[in-house]
């Protein structure tokens, strides 16, 4: 119940194109669904995070899609770049349960040629 | 806003020796912060849940007289690695909370790779 199942392992779009990653949680007492950048050597970054009293959120070329019925929550990179190749990371929480870890993902490689 | 700071940001030690890492939250205070361990091409694992004046809640399988966390105050908690082993090699990674704030959004560190000789 406490999983988050991430896909896919790893990714290459090419430089202008759409990068899907997409994340699926069991435990419906999530509320929280944020997304993580993490470049080689260094912490995780928040990206964009998504509650679930909409269905998406955008902040300049990332969206992130959430289908409550379905458990799901994606992140969509819009005209990807090269400096945008790094591991992203989904996770989700419990909004209200402040103090509770997140919930990871695997991870999902990006690379972006150019 | 919502800077995290480790220290230090790279070790190298020798087995049997012990090493503290520190996780500083810069502009924030927090009442909870948690620690990561993250192996080459793998998620982050949470070893445990430091919560400021008490015990750290530890996860499963994770050694509490190993890995010894102290958090002191609402701005530093400490990553103790006692008696490091090459096994122990891997990146640590913290995470804090703001306090005070509502909801659950985090802030991580930049990380500290510990290597173990």
């Known amino acids: 119940q406490q999983q988050v199942k991430q896909s896919p392992q790893s990714l290459i779009v090419q430089k202008g194109g759409i990068s899907i990653i997409n994340c699926a949680y069991e435990?419906?007492?999530?509320?929280?669904f944020p997304w993580y950048q993490q470049f080689p050597g260094k912490g995780p970054a928040l990206l964009i995070a998504?509650?679930?009293?909409?269905s998406e959120k955008k902040e300049g070329r990332f969206t992130i899609s959430f289908n409550k019925s379905a458990k799901q929550f994606s992140l969509h990179i819009m005209d990807s770049q090269p400096g945008d190749s790094a591991t992203y990371f989904c996770?989700?929480?419990?909004?209200?349960?402040?103090?509770?870890?997140?919930?990871f993902g695997k991870g999902t490689t990006l690379s972006v040629s150019s | 806003g919502a800077v995290v700071s480790q220290h230090p940001s790279w070790v190298i030690c020798k087995s049997g020796t012990s090493v503290k890492i520190e996780c500083r939250s810069l502009?924030?205070?927090?009442?909870?912060m948690f620690w990561y361990r993250q192996f080459p091409k793998q998620s982050l694992m949470l070893m445990a849940t430091?919560?400021?004046?008490?015990?750290?809640?530890?996860e499963q399988g994770v050694e509490k007289d190993k890995f010894l966390i102290n958090h002191a105050s609402l701005t530093l908690s400490t990553l103790t690695v006692t008696s490091a082993h090459p096994e122990d090699s891997s990146f640590y990674i913290c995470?804090?909370?703001?306090?005070?704030?509502?909801?659950?959004?985090?802030?991580f560190g930049p990380g500290t790779r510990l290597t173990v000789l």
């Open positions: 995470s804090a909370r703001p306090a005070g704030l509502a909801g659950n959004e985090q802030f």
């Open positions: 996770a989700a929480s419990r909004w209200n349960q402040a103090g509770t870890a997140l919930i």
């Open positions: 998504i509650r679930p009293d909409v």
């Open positions: 435990n419906t007492a999530f509320d929280y």
């Open positions: 430091s919560n400021e004046g008490s015990k750290a809640t530890y």
């Open positions: 502009d924030f205070q927090a009442t909870t």
